[in-house]
C-alpha cells in the first residue's frame, strides 16, 4: 500500500472536512484608539486603514464591528492632556470611560475591553509613575491603576486589560474590584508582555514613546520563555481570568508553550508593527493579501483562543 497525503487535499471540499483548526470571528477582538480632541482624530500614517476616532466616531465604528460579527473591541484613550502622574487616566468622566459608557448603551452585546496602562496620560510616556530617581515605582503605579480600573468598572466595562507589567498589580485590580462589587469584571493580564520593536506604529498612533530610556525594566526580555511562564502562573494564581502573549509572530513559540502548561483562555495581540509590515507588503505587490489569512490562523495554531489584531473589521468583511 502506497501512502497519498494529496488524497484528502483534491478538492476544497475535501481539506475543509480534514482541516485540523479554524479561524472564526469569534475569535477576534479589535482595538480602537479614541481621542478626546476632535483634532487629534484621523488615519494612523503607519497604519494604513486605521485611525483613531473621536467618541462619536468609536461608536459609529462598534456598531459596524457589532453587525459584523466582531465579539469585542479593546478601547486606548488618547487624552487631552498629560501630566507625570497620568491623572487624566482616573477622570470618571476621561475619554475611555466615556467611551465605554457610550458603546454599551449603543451596542450592549458588545464586549467592551479596556486596555490598563498609563503610557498614553504620562508626560514622560513610561507605563508607570517614576520616583525622585526617575525609575518606574512599580507599587505607586498599582495603586493609580486601582483608582482607574474602578473607574472603568463603575462605566460598565466587561473586561479589563493591564498591559503595564508591574509585579502583583492583577491580585491589587482583583482584590479591588471584588471589595467594590465589581466581580463579574473579568481581568486579561497582558501577562508575557515583550520590550519589542514591534510597536512603533502603536506610539505614533497613541502617542505613547517615553521620552527618556526604554521599558526593558519592566517588560519581558525576548530571548525569554521560562519567564514567560512564571509571569502567566503568577497572574493566574493572583486571579487573572484570561492572559495574553504579546506580540504575536516572533513569539508563537511562547504562545504554543503558554497553550501546553495552562488550561486558561490565553489571547495573543497582533501588533501594530506586525499589521504594519503585512499591510506595505501587500500595498507592494510582495504578498498576496492571503498572507493575512495564514497569520491569523497561525495563534488559533498555536493555541489562542483570543486574537486581539487590527486586521479584525477588514478580515471579517472579506469572510461575511
Known amino acids: 500500500m502506497q501512502v497519498r497525503m ?15 483548526c479554524a ?28 485611525a483613531r476616532f473621536t467618541l462619536a466616531g468609536a461608536v459609529d465604528e462598534a456598531r459596524a464591528l457589532h453587525a459584523l460579527g466582531i465579539p ?10 498629560k501630566d507625570a502622574a497620568g491623572s487624566s487616566n482616573a477622570d470618571p468622566d476621561g475619554i475611555v470611560q466615556r467611551t465605554i459608557r457610550a458603546i454599551k448603551a449603543a451596542v450592549p452585546e458588545l464586549a ?15 507605563c508607570g509613575l517614576l520616583d525622585e530617581a526617575g525609575a518606574v515605582d512599580n507599587d505607586a503605579t498599582i495603586a493609580h ?28 485590580l482583583r482584590s479591588a474590584l471584588d471589595a ?14 515583550y520590550a519589542s520593536a514591534f510597536y512603533g506604529p502603536f506610539r505614533e498612533a497613541a502617542g505613547s514613546a517615553p521620552r527618556s530610556g526604554d521599558r526593558r525594566s519592566y517588560q519581558m526580555d525576548a530571548p525569554n520563555v521560562r519567564e514567560a511562564l512564571r509571569e502567566i502562573a503568577l497572574d493566574v494564581e493572583e486571579g487573572a481570568d484570561a492572559v495574553m502573549i504579546k506580540p504575536g509572530l516572533a513569539y508563537l513559540d511562547v ?40 497569520v491569523l ?8 483562543d483570543i486574537v486581539i489584531t487590527y486586521f479584525a473589521r477588514s478580515w471579517a468583511e472579506r469572510n461575511s
Open 112 to 126: 467592551v475591553m479596556a486596555d490598563l496602562c498609563n503610557c498614553e496620560y504620562t508626560d514622560h510616556g513610561h
Open 180 to 193: 467594590h462589587g465589581f466581580t463579574g469584571v473579568a481581568l486579561l493580564a497582558y501577562s508575557a508582555k
Open 145 to 172: 491603576l486601582v483608582r482607574v480600573a474602578l473607574t472603568y468598572a463603575s462605566c460598565g466595562v466587561d473586561v479589563i486589560a493591564p498591559s503595564d507589567m508591574m509585579d502583583g498589580r492583577v491580585e491589587a
Open 23 to 50: 479561524l472564526t470571528k469569534d475569535h477576534l477582538v479589535q482595538p480602537l484608539f479614541v481621542v478626546e480632541r476632535a483634532a487629534d482624530a484621523g488615519p494612523i500614517a503607519s497604519m494604513p486603514g486605521i
Open 297 to 304: 490562523v497561525a495563534f488559533v495554531r498555536g493555541g489562542a
Open 72 to 81: 469585542a473591541v479593546l478601547l486606548f484613550g488618547i487624552p487631552e492632556r
Open 6 to 20: 494529496r488524497r484528502l487535499r483534491r478538492t476544497p471540499a475535501l481539506r475543509s472536512l480534514v482541516r485540523e
Open 255 to 294: 504562545l504554543r508553550a503558554a497553550r501546553d502548561a495552562f488550561d486558561v483562555p490565553l489571547a495573543v495581540y497582533n501588533v501594530s508593527g506586525e499589521y504594519a509590515m503585512l499591510k506595505a507588503a501587500i500595498a507592494n505587490g510582495w504578498l498576496e493579501e492571503r498572507a493575512i489569512d495564514e
